[in-house]
């Protein structure tokens, strides 16, 4: 190799991000310290070097590990995760979500890829404890259940979709509950976000810290905002029809 080409080569090194030059770095010192293990084990063992090299070693292994999983991670999460949901399970959903006056909460799932990319295809029932015109509690026993049943057949909870009262986009935003909710579900470790279904057919997915898309096929849905779409041909009953209907 001539020097102008070294030259070439330790410019490009330079431009290595910090962390690959620190993995670099130990990958070095790691090769060194198995060297200087495989030594000691072949020649007079000395229980205190050996047992000294092989902290090193380990030691060093672990900060490698470290490392790596810190890029890894940081990688992901630039990454959105994707959801893949057709327009006729919307209508299923929201056909289910507003079948009362009251507002109604379901949980989904499908199949994954484990990392970023997300199918909905399955909506998972429980019961319910309370619920009205604008809230709706799960019944404790009953939706530890349905996560039970989900864990069982190695599935997991995608989304939680349930419904508001009023309509038009301005009643798809999420109260504080339903992002305190979603909050709650991040942090437990479920890769899920949340849908919000008003009764004429607009519908807002959101998520409290994920970040995600959503892409929705079928030609009777548009999108109407980053995560807002509006199922077409949608003739809400009047409510005061349905409260007449239940008290009765």
Known sequence: MDRAMEKAVAGASDLRRPEQLLDGYLLKRLHGALDELGELAQGTLDEKAVEGAYARVKELRGLRRAIVSLVEGEKSETQPSVYLVASSFLRIALRLLTRTHD?????????????????????VRFALSEKG?????????????????????????????????????????????DLSTQKNL???????????????????????KRRFQ??????????????????????????????IKHAS
């Open 133 to 177: 015109v604008a809230h709706a509690e799960p019944e404790p026993s009953s939706q530890t259940a349905a996560l039970t049943r989900l864990d069982k057949r190695q599935e997991r909870l995608l989304a939680a979709f349930h419904s508001h009262p009023g309509r038009g986009a301005g009643a798809t935003a999420p109260s504080s509950v």
């Open 103 to 123: 507002e109604e909460l379901v949980y989904v799932t499908g199949p994954e890829d484990g990392k970023r990319l997300f199918a909905l295809t399955r909506l």
């Open 186 to 208: 991040e942090r437990m470790g479920y890769p899920s976000i949340g849908g919000i279904f008003t009764r004429d057919g607009f519908v807002r997915f959101y998520s409290a």
């Open 214 to 243: 959503v892409i929705v096929s079928g030609a009777d849905c548009e999108r109407v905002g980053e995560h807002l779409f509006r199922l077409k041909r949608i003739t809400p009953k009047p409510l005061l029809r349905r409260l």
